[in-house]
């Protein structure tokens, strides 16, 4: 009996070990992917707050692309494909903290803004359209507030920042753990993404699961992807943290002293309830013209595409007068 019992344990030891082996091939052939996929397209200059990575693709008049939490250059340029298909020159910058980018004693909104006139100097570019998603919504309502004569266009797209009475939103138990290990743990986030995506769908993305279920198999790749590409999340960690005290609390800004025109998109089932700061930019913003979507979740699944002809649209007419 003794015996048997020592033999089975064996057994299970040794499955143990053989199921560790492949989980852990398997994050490291990810792990492998993400670090060479974000380690060539992009380069390195110097701002007044240190080192910032970015990235140029397409051809026509140039835009500014700021990426949401998660993100990096690469984030920039996965959101606007369908901008540098249609035509636009997109120049995708990493924030704060993300990837190669310095991390300074002060990454607020107002110095990422500052940091992004730095790039323009570099790049030889006089004025330009700002693009923001999500958190990087509030470095883009900092740039057209606090250089007015470098911003010839604004959009902000689902939008972290402030709308007046409506709290912040808070994670949940789940929520507030994701945030506070995965997203300081490369394999605890894959491991997420692997065994609980619906959670990490409704919880990361903000975006009802079903909806993700229920789209096409395009769209569904899309949405994997950007959950994906957040990988190595360990090489965005200083950036996620950060965005996570701004976005978790956004500060009201001076959206009176905005002058460019502006576009503000957001979806009414958002998980973050950015469609009342999308709102309450277009009530302030002289002229600002506010897009909305019933369905989509903060990653406006399904209206990928008729959100950025919107974005095409506005940016035609803006470049083109």
Known sequence: MHRRRFLWTGIAAAGSLVVGAAV???????????????????????????????????????????????????????????????????????RFGYLRSEFPDDPSSEHQADAIVDLMDHLGIAHTPIIGGSAGALSALQFAIRHPERCSALVVIVPAAFAPDRPPPRPNALGAAIMEYGLKSDFLFWAGMSWAEDTMFGTILATDPALVRQATSEEQERV??????????????????????????????????????TLAISLEDDRFETLAAARHIAR????????TYQTGGHVFVGRDKELFQEVDTFLSGVQGS
């Open 284 to 291: 302030t913003v002289t002229g600002a013209k506010l897009v």
């Open 224 to 261: 994997r992807a950007i959950m994906h590409d957040i990988l190595p999340v360990s090489a965005r960690a200083d950036g996620l943290l950060n965005d996570a005290r701004l976005a978790g609390t956004p500060k009201p800004m001076e959206l009176e002293a905005i002058k460019a025109p």
């Open 24 to 94: 852990y091939r398997a994050f490291a052939a990810e792990i492998a992917r993400a670090r060479a996929r974000i380690g060539t397209g992009s380069q390195v200059f110097q701002t007044r707050f240190g080192p910032m990575e970015y990235a140029v693709a397409g051809d026509g008049p140039p835009a500014i692309m700021i990426h949401g939490t998660g993100g990096g250059f690469d984030q920039g340029l996965a959101f606007s494909s369908r901008l540098i298909a249609a035509g636009h020159q997109i120049v995708a910058p990493s």
